[in-house]
C-alpha cells in the first residue's frame, strides 16, 4: 500500500517539537512492507489543512495518516480542517460523545480532573466529518477518527504520541498486517574507502540487481565510516538477493582494503 | 520571511533515519521571526523532487531551503530533480569543481581516503543547475547550492547534519539576521485544570490579544499537566502584551485552584 502522513502543529513549524511521531510510524509502515510515500507538516490552519488533504487525496494513496490538532481547545482544527477539504458536514457523532463523555467522567472519578459535566469544548471533540467511524483514544480523551474517500482510507489520530502510538497500534497495525508485503533492510558500516570511492561499484551492483536499493550514507566521526544499506520492498527473493549483493560489495570493500565493521 | 523546507532522502521515508534536521532548522528561523510555513519529506526520485520545487514555488515563499541527496552517489539525485523542476540545464560548475577537488586532495593527503583525484561520481557534485552560486562545505566534500528563482532564494543543502549546520550558520543564519523580525515565546506547566477547562477562558484571552498564539498542550505523566505557551510573531509590543497575557492567565489558574509550575 501507498501511505502519506499529515502532521499538524504550529509547535512543531516552529521548532519547539520535535517531530517523531512520522519516524515512528515509518517504521512501522515499512516493516509490513508498505510504502510512506511523503509527509507533509502543516500549521494549524483551516485552509491549509483543507487544501491540503485534497492535494494529498489526488495522489490517490492507499492510506492517508494525519497526526495532531485533535484536542479541545479552538486552535485544534483539524477534523473541521479536514471535513472542509472533503466536503463533508461535522455533524454530532453519538459513539465518539458517549467515549469522550466516558472519558471525563472517569477523569472526574479518580480524581485526575476537577472539572465536570460536558462542556462546549469537551463536546466539540464529538464534532466529526460526515461518514467517520470515532476511534476510542485509550491514553486520553479525543477520539481517532478513519473515514473512507474514495479507494483512499483516512485515519485521523492525536498529536500526543502515547495516545497516537495506541491507536495506531490497535487500530492501524491490523490493516497494515492484513496486506502485509516484505521488506527488507540490510546492512554494514565499513571504513578506509569514501563514498565517492565505491560508487561505482554499487552503480553495477544496482545494474545487477535492479530489484534493490543499494545506498551509502556517510557518517562523520573520528575515522570516515561509511554505512551501506540495501533494501527490497516486495520482491520475492528478496532475502537471497540482498544477501547475495551484501558478498558481493564486501568482497570489493575487501579487494580494494577497506575494513568492514558491524553496524552498531 | 517565509519559508519552507524540502526534506529528502528514503532513509528518513523508511523510518531508519529521523529527520532532526528540519527540527534545528526550524528554531533557527523561527528564533529571529521569520515563519516555517510548511515541511515536506520525500524521496530520491527524479520527477519528485522536481514537481515538489514547482509546487513549493507556486506558494511564493521568500526561502525554501532543501536537505539531502547531495552526495556522489547514483541515487543522490536532488540536483538533477531541482535542475528539472526550475527548467534549468545542470552545467559543469568551476567553483564547484574546485571546492570538490581541494577537498578531495586534503582527504587523500591527511590519508583520510585512499582514492586520488577526480572520478566521475566526484565530479557529479560539481554539476549544478544553470545560475547557481555553489556554497562551500566546511565539513565534508559536496558544496551546496544558491539559486534566486524569481522572489524565491532556494537554499540546497546537505543532508549530514554536521554539513548542513555548518553551511545553514555560514549561509543563511546572515540572511535571517538582516531580515529579522522578532519572535516571543513564553510559557509554563499546570497541573489540576485540564485542558478543556481552561479552553474557555484561553479563546477569551486570544481575543483580549489577537496578536498573540495562545495555546496549550496535554503533558503526559503522573500527574495530569499541561503546558500553556504564548507566541508572537513581530508584534511591536510582544514583550509587553506577552507578559500581560500570563499574568491574566496565571490569575485565572489560581482561581481555579490550578498549580502553577514552572517549564522545564
Do not use: C
Not at 83 to 95: I, M, Q, S, T, V
Not at 179 to 200: D, R
Not at 241 to 259: E, Q, R, V
Amino acid at each position: 500500500m501507498d501511505v502519506e502522513f499529515i502532521i499538524i502543529g504550529n509547535e512543531i513549524l516552529i521548532g519547539k517539537t520535535l517531530d517523531s511521531n512520522s519516524n515512528w510510524m515509518a517504521k512501522r509502515v515499512t516493516k509490513y512492507g508498505h510504502r510512506v510515500r511523503r509527509v507533509t507538516t502543516i500549521g494549524d490552519d483551516l485552509d491549509i489543512i483543507s487544501d491540503m488533504i485534497k492535494d494529498v487525496l489526488s495522489r490517490n494513496p492507499d492510506l492517508i495518516i494525519t497526526s495532531g490538532g485533535m484536542g479541545p481547545t479552538f486552535d485544534d482544527m483539524t477534523l473541521e480542517g479536514i471535513a472542509k477539504g472533503l466536503n463533508r458536514e461535522l455533524k454530532l457523532d453519538e459513539h465518539a460523545y458517549n467515549m469522550i463523555k466516558t472519558s471525563y467522567e472517569k477523569a472526574h472519578r479518580i480524581g485526575l480532573l476537577k472539572l465536570e459535566g460536558m462542556t462546549k469544548e469537551r463536546k466539540k471533540m464529538a464534532y466529526l466529518p460526515e461518514g467517520s467511524v470515532p476511534l476510542p483514544n485509550t491514553r486520553g480523551t479525543a477520539p481517532g477518527v478513519k473515514i473512507k474517500q474514495g479507494e483512499t482510507t483516512i485515519f485521523i489520530l492525536p498529536g500526543v504520541p502515547a495516545e497516537m502510538k495506541a491507536m495506531f497500534l490497535n487500530v492501524i497495525t491490523p490493516i497494515l498486517k492484513e496486506k502485509a508485503g516484505k521488506f527488507i533492510e540490510k546492512g554494514f558500516l565499513f571504513e578506509g574507502i569514501g563514498e565517492s570511492q565505491i560508487a561505482p561499484y554499487v552503480s553495477k551492483l544496482e545494474h545487477k540487481y535492479p530489484q534493490l536499493w543499494i545506498k551509502t550514507h556517510p557518517r562523520i566521526g573520528l575515522s570516515v565510516e561509511v554505512e551501506l544499506s540495501i533494501t527490497s520492498f516486495n520482491v520475492d527473493n528478496g532475502e537471497e538477493l540482498t544477501d547475495k549483493a551484501l558478498m558481493d560489495i564486501k568482497k570489493i570493500i575487501l579487494t580494494l582494503n577497506g575494513k568492514i565493521k558491524n553496524r552498531k
